[in-house]
């Protein structure tokens, strides 16, 4: 989704902010800009689709300046056009902004009545106009305040000014915004991935807070503009990871980095030698704790889906799962002895951080599961899980799904071993089978060879079925999200059993169907379900695992077998063949695979 960058150093900004501008790409857009200050006047240059055209434009129109901002948008209000990129510019100020702006019809209709002419039909455009106007009779801290005041909704601000050579505001309410210190320049960005080419000291600025940035100087401010402390952190440096080496895509680099990044993960909480898990500083007594809400969205929302599943077959407790956007507009109701865990790869969903926001507010127990440990929702939960992938840049969630699963298993075999409803020797057993899974992994994927020409048939059929039960349903979906997300065709996924309750009407001939039946108690039901719909004329994909008993493989279009292992690890192996049909179908039909069509990698708008 939109990404922001700001700059302001002793030599010219404006290549440095292309490269930072090329480092969010990953996260979705649809057009790109840039604005720079030289000899009191402000430059701007935008481009519809990638940075790619932007860079082309700057060899033509030379931009100079020391200092600058920059931004890729993913549209919102108005349509993807170069008009609509940002920065958006008045003679006075140039403004780049992440977010949405509530109530920005109303503000401009009462900048018109006060002469102010609209160039786009973004609601960022609003706010131009609210600083040039403020700044006509108030300072330049007091016409930010001013402005702020004024905004309904979520954002990150980064601001330049004219009049002001070596000067930018940054500001933030919903949407992350960090800061980072370089020698003789420092720098605004929408994440941290965006400076850690430049720097890796960061601080992050929290919701309502803004910040005055000067090449040898940061100062940060709260609403209310009053002078507060920041902590600078130091970020790891991985660079490495956001290359995509000898692969052709992000996507096929992160399917076969699994074997890596789970292990990895296994060693973050395993004890090797006594066959324990390692959750540190848990704040709680498992007394305190009767009941879980899993939150999270799209993908991340399957992996709590899963570990439901988990969670009812080894523990007692109550467990809820949630997709963030309704829970946080649900009338709740909020427990003491409830634990929710929010679950997200970027950890800066802006549905997801809502609903932890929602519960912090009424003092409830937050923990997160996430990948980037730097992310909003890890710093404002109570305790924190991280899933130990690295970067992950394909907008389809691959190594971040399976990481995701791996650690709410990790936390139902824990809590279930505390509260003594798992046993020790079943616990040990599950926690040795769970050290097999990275080399089950690594064998599943070399062994997927038939998909590729299974997938020329779903990229092309008008839609397709992916059918699960139990542990199987929530992989099902996940499969289904997957392949419309990347193949851009129709793709539903359905608990087997809900067949008959209407979607059986959908069966014609020649559909393909995914029908996810490991060897595990389900077995017989849904291999049932299975003939239902070849007797209806669909081709069945089934995707089950090597067992010692043949498959009956009446009727059946194509079989394809995972590697075996004990049931709660089954949905790591299904879930690869569905990465790659994704990843194969949307190759066939020349797709953008790591950057799809409307999508972004993290969702910073609800
Ligand atoms: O960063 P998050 O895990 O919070 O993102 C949640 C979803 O936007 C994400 O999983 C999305 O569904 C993926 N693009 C699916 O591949």
């Not at 993913?74 to 977010?99: K, L, M, Q, R």
């Not at 890796?200 to 090449?215: A, Q, R």
């Not at 080399?439 to 020329?456: F, G, H, P, R, Y």
């Amino acid at each position: 989704m939109c990404g922001i960058i700001g700059i302001t150093s002793n030599k010219p900004v404006s290549s440095a902010i292309i490269n930072s501008l090329k480092k969010l790409e990953y996260r979705g857009y649809d057009s790109a800009g840039i604005a720079t200050l030289s000899n009191g006047f402000i430059n701007e240059i935008k481009s519809e689709g990638r940075v790619d055209n932007l860079e082309k434009n700057l060899i033509n129109k030379k931009i100079e300046g020391n200092i600058g901002i920059g931004h890729v948008r993913w549209a919102t209000h108005g349509i993807p056009s170069t008009i609509n990129a940002h920065p958006h510019s008045s003679e006075t100020v140039s403004v780049v902004h992440n977010g949405i702006i509530e109530n920005s019809t109303k503000l401009k209709e009462y900048l018109i009545s006060r002469g102010h002419i609209f160039k786009s039909q973004t609601d960022t455009e609003v706010i131009v106009h609210l600083i040039t106007e403020y700044l006509k009779e108030n300072d330049l801290k007091k016409s930010i305040l001013k402005m702020l005041g004024k905004l309904q909704g979520s954002f990150a601000l980064g601001i330049i000014f004219k009049d002001q050579p070596d000067l930018i505001i940054g500001a933030r309410r919903g949407s992350p915004l960090a800061v980072g210190y370089g020698p003789n320049e420092n720098y605004l960005g929408s994440d941290s991935y965006a400076l850690k080419s430049m720097t890796n000291k960061i601080s992050y600025l929290n919701d309502g807070e803004f910040c005055i940035i000067k090449k040898n100087q940061v100062e940060f401010f709260d609403e209310k503009g009053k002078k507060i402390n920041k902590k600078v952190l130091e970020l790891s440096s991985d660079e490495k990871n956001y290359d995509k080496g000898d692969y052709k895509h992000f996507m096929a680099k992160e399917i076969e980095e699994q074997p890596l990044t789970i292990k990895n993960c296994v060693k973050e909480y395993i004890d090797n030698i006594n066959n324990d898990i390692n959750i540190y500083n848990f704040p709680w007594k498992k007394e305190e704790i009767n009941s879980l809400t899993l939150i999270g969205c799209g993908t991340a929302y399957n992996s709590c889906l899963t570990a439901k599943y988990w969670f009812d077959e080894m523990t007692n407790l109550d467990v809820n799962v949630d997709v963030a956007s309704e829970f946080r507009y649900r009338k709740n109701k909020f427990k003491k002895d409830n634990l929710y865990i929010f679950v997200s790869q970027s950890g800066e969903t802006a549905d997801t951080y809502a609903a932890l926001d929602l519960c912090n507010k009424n003092k409830m127990k937050t923990a997160s599961i996430v990948n980037v440990i730097e992310s909003s929702i890890a710093r404002d939960s109570n305790f924190v899980l991280p899933i130990h992938c690295g970067p992950e840049i394909g907008v389809a969630s691959t190594k971040a799904f399976l990481g995701q699963m791996l650690v709410l298993y990790i936390l139902v075999l824990k809590l279930s071993f505390l509260r003594e409803e798992l046993k020790k020797d079943n616990y040990i057993q599950k926690i040795k089978s769970l050290k097999q899974l990275p080399d089950l992994v690594e064998k599943t994927i070399m062994s997927q060879n038939k998909i590729q020409l299974v997938a020329n048939t779903f990229a092309e059929a008008k839609g397709s079925m992916f059918l699960g039960r139990g542990l199987s349903y929530p992989i099902a979906l996940e499969g289904a999200l997957k392949l419309k997300e990347l193949s851009y065709t129709h793709a539903e996924g359905y608990p087997a059993g809900e067949m008959k309750h209407g979607p059986l009407a959908l069966i014609e001939n020649g559909m393909p169907v995914v029908v996810l039946a490991p060897r595990d108690s389900y077995y017989s039901k849904i291999t049932s379900n299975m003939q239902e719909v070849i007797a209806r004329g669909a081709k069945v994909l089934l995707i089950t695992n090597k067992n010692k008993d043949d498959v009956v493989s009446e009727n059946i279009w194509e079989t394809i077998e995972v590697e075996d292992t004990n049931v709660d690890l089954l949905p790591f192996l299904l879930t690869i063949p569905l990465q790659k049909l994704a990843y194969y179908s949307a190759l066939k039909k020349g797709y953008d695979i790591d950057k799809p069509r409307n999508l972004a990698k993290s969702v910073t708008v609800e």
